[in-house]
C-alpha cells in the first residue's frame, strides 16, 4: 500500500510541476490544457512574483487527464535570478524526520497546491495536494530547485523533486525540466495525474536577516527580476509531455513591464 | 471478481475518507487577556489587551476580519490633547508624519500562514493612533507592520461606540487581509497585545480605572468574526482594585 501512495504522489507531483509560468489554452490530442500566468508587479527591473495555474482535463468525456511524464518551462529572456541572501535546503531534509519544516526559511522559493486524481473502475478519486519549492543550489548559474509535493487524505504523500534552472535558446532566457516517472497506482486502476494546480515562485517584499560582521543586517531577497528592456511581451513556454504519448506545448507573450524600453 | 470487488472496496473506503476530510472543518477559537497597569480606581492608567487566536486541531486559525472589543462600564476615556492621523496617512507613511500627539499606544503581534505544506510565522510591530471621528465617534486604528520574511503592512480601523451592561463601550474593528504571495492563503493573527494609555506622562489622563468595580471584576467581551464566515466570543475580568 505504501508503494502504491508513493507512485501516486510522483504523479501528483509531475503533473503539477508542469504549472509555473505559462498562460493560454492548447487542446492536444487527448488533454485540454488551459494555463493563466502573470508577473506582479509587472514593472520593469524589480522584483517580482511569478504566479500560474494550469487545469487540464481529458477530450473523453468521464475519463481523467493522462499522467504526465515530464515538462519543460522556458521564461523569457532577461529575466533574471538574484538569489542573495537565501539558504538551500537539500533532499535528504525534505525526505528525513523533519519534512520541509526543517528547510532554512531561507531557501525557500515558492509554494503551490491543487487537485490530483485517480481512477478506479468508473469513480475518480480527486486529491488536494500541496506545493512547497525551495532552493537546493543557490550559486549563481547552477541554481537547482527543489519541489516537495505533500498530499494528505485519502492517501499520505510526501515526494521531492528536483530541476536543474538552465539558461535556454533566445527567445527564453531561464528555464527548467522535470523527468516524471510513469507511476502506477492500483491494481486494475489508472495511473494518477493532475486535474488543476497554482504556484507562486518569488515575491519582491521577501527580507531575511544575517549576520554582517557580527551585526544583524536585513537584507532584500530580490529573486526574479524582471528585465529592462521587452519588445512586444514576455515570451514564455511550457512544453508538457503525458503518458498516452502526446505533448502539450503552450507559448504565450505576457505583457511588457511596466516603464520596460523597447 | 475477487479483485474487482477489492478494488471497488478500496475506491469507496478512499471515498469516503475524502468526503470525511472535507467536512470536518476545525473553528478558530479566541481568548483575550485584559490588564490595567496600575490597576488603581479613577486613576492614570496603561490597558494592554492580548488577544490569542488558535484552531481547534492546531492547524492555523482562520485569518480575522473584524472584531468587537467590549470595555468595562465606567472606564473613563479622555481624548483632550490627543491629536488625529488619517488612515490615508498611515498606509503611505506608516505613520511617519503623523502628529506626535495622535498616537496612543503600542504593541506587538504574531501572524502566521500555511503555505504549501509549512508554517511561515512573522513578528508584527504595532502602533495604536487616533483617527479623525466617523459620525461625530472616536475612532481608533493599528498599524501593524512586518519586515520579514514579507514585508507587509495593514491598518486596523476600528470605531467607539456605546454598548449595554456590563460594558460601557466597544471598539468596532474592520480587519484588512493580510497577504501573503498570489495565489497562496492570506496570513492569520496568532497573538497580539496591544497597550493603550499609560499610568504618566502625555498619555496619563487617556484611559482612568473605573471608581467602582462590580463584584465579579471589570467585565471585557471580544466577537471575533473570520474569514471562513464563522465566529466566535469570549469574555474576561480584570480582578477589582
New interface residues.
Given amino acids: 500500500m505504501e508503494r502504491v501512495m508513493s507512485r501516486f504522489g510522483v504523479v501528483l507531483a509531475a503533473l503539477l510541476g508542469c504549472i509555473c509560468l505559462v498562460g493560454a489554452t492548447t487542446a492536444g490530442a487527448a488533454e485540454n490544457v488551459t494555463i493563466h500566468a502573470?508577473f506582479?508587479p509587472n514593472k520593469a527591473g524589480s522584483p517580482t512574483?511569478a504566479?500560474g495555474?494550469t487545469t487540464i482535463m481529458s477530450t473523453i468525456p468521464g475519463e481523467i487527464p493522462s499522467p504526465i511524464i515530464g515538462f519543460t518551462i522556458k521564461g523569457p529572456a532577461g529575466l533574471t535570478l538574484n538569489t542573495k541572501g537565501t539558504g538551500t535546503c537539500s533532499v535528504a531534509i525534505l525526505e528525513g524526520p523533519a519534512?520541509?519544516?526543517g528547510?532554512p526559511?531561507?531557501s525557500?522559493a515558492?509554494?503551490?497546491?491543487g487537485m490530483g486524481a485517480l481512477k478506479?473502475?468508473t469513480?475518480i478519486?480527486?486529491?488536494p495536494f500541496?506545493?512547497?519549492f525551495f532552493l537546493g543550489d543557490n550559486r549563481p548559474g547552477h541554481t537547482v530547485l527543489l519541489l516537495?509535493v505533500?498530499a494528505?487524505?485519502?492517501?499520505s504523500i510526501?515526494l521531492t523533486f528536483t530541476a536543474v534552472v538552465e539558461k535556454e535558446a533566445a527567445p527564453y532566457g531561464l528555464g527548467f525540466h522535470f523527468n516524471i516517472p510513469l507511476i502506477p497506482t492500483?491494481?486494475?486502476?489508472s495511473d494518477a495525474t493532475v486535474e488543476s494546480a497554482?504556484?507562486?515562485i518569488g515575491?519582491p517584499?521577501?527580507?531575511?536577516?544575517e549576520k554582517v560582521h557580527g551585526k544583524r543586517k536585513?537584507v532584500h531577497v530580490k529573486g526574479l527580476i524582471l528585465p529592462k528592456t521587452c519588445h512586444g511581451g514576455l515570451p514564455v513556454e511550457t512544453s508538457i509531455s503525458f503518458q498516452d504519448g502526446t505533448t502539450n506545448e503552450t507559448k504565450l507573450k505576457l505583457p511588457c513591464p511596466k516603464g520596460s524600453k523597447k | 471478481m475477487r479483485?474487482?470487488l477489492s478494488?471497488?472496496c478500496?475506491?469507496a473506503?478512499?471515498?469516503l475518507?475524502?468526503s470525511l476530510?472535507t467536512g470536518a472543518q476545525a473553528a478558530t477559537v479566541a481568548s483575550i487577556a485584559p490588564s490595567f497597569a496600575p490597576n488603581h480606581a479613577g486613576v492614570g492608567t496603561a490597558l494592554t489587551l492580548g488577544i490569542t487566536f488558535s484552531n481547534q486541531q492546531g492547524a492555523v486559525p482562520e485569518p480575522l476580519t473584524h472584531m468587537v472589543v467590549h470595555l468595562p462600564a465606567g472606564l473613563s476615556i479622555n481624548l483632550r490633547g490627543i491629536g488625529t492621523c488619517s488612515r490615508a496617512h498611515l498606509e503611505k507613511q506608516l505613520g511617519h508624519g503623523c502628529p506626535a500627539s495622535a498616537r496612543v499606544g503600542s504593541g506587538s503581534a504574531q501572524v502566521g500562514a500555511h503555505?504549501?505544506?509549512?508554517?511561515?510565522n512573522e513578528h508584527a510591530s504595532l502602533t495604536a493612533w487616533r483617527g479623525p471621528n466617523q459620525g461625530g465617534r472616536s475612532t481608533l486604528q493599528i498599524l501593524g507592520i512586518g519586515?520579514?520574511?514579507?514585508?507587509?503592512h495593514v491598518v486596523l480601523s476600528g470605531v467607539l461606540e456605546p454598548d449595554s451592561a456590563p460594558y460601557g463601550q466597544k471598539l468596532v474593528m474592520t480587519v484588512p487581509p493580510i497577504p501573503t504571495?498570489?495565489?497562496?492563503a492570506n496570513a492569520s493573527v496568532l497573538h497580539t497585545s496591544v497597550t493603550i494609555g499609560a499610568a504618566r506622562g502625555r498619555l496619563g489622563g487617556l484611559l482612568r480605572v473605573p471608581r467602582t468595580c462590580p463584584a465579579h471584576g471589570f467585565a471585557f467581551g471580544g466577537d471575533f468574526g473570520y474569514a471562513d464566515a464563522s465566529s466566535s466570543s469570549t469574555t474576561a475580568t480584570i480582578p477589582c482594585p
Avoid: D, M
Avoid at chain 1, 152 to 155: G, I, K, M, T
Avoid at chain 1, 186 to 189: I, V
Avoid at chain 2, 115 to 120: C, F, K, Q, R, Y
Avoid at chain 2, 147 to 152: A, V
Fill in positions: 502573470a506582479t512574483n504566479s495555474s519534512g520541509p519544516e528547510c526559511k531561507n525557500v515558492g509554494f503551490g497546491g478506479l473502475g469513480q478519486i480527486e486529491e500541496t506545493l512547497n516537495y505533500n494528505v487524505s485519502p492517501v510526501q492500483l491494481p486494475g486502476a497554482h504556484v507562486s515575491a517584499n521577501v527580507f531575511y536577516y536585513r | 479483485l474487482k478494488t471497488l478500496i475506491a473506503t478512499l471515498a475518507c475524502a476530510t503555505l504549501g505544506a509549512i508554517n511561515l519586515l520579514s520574511p514579507l514585508e507587509e504571495l498570489t495565489g497562496e
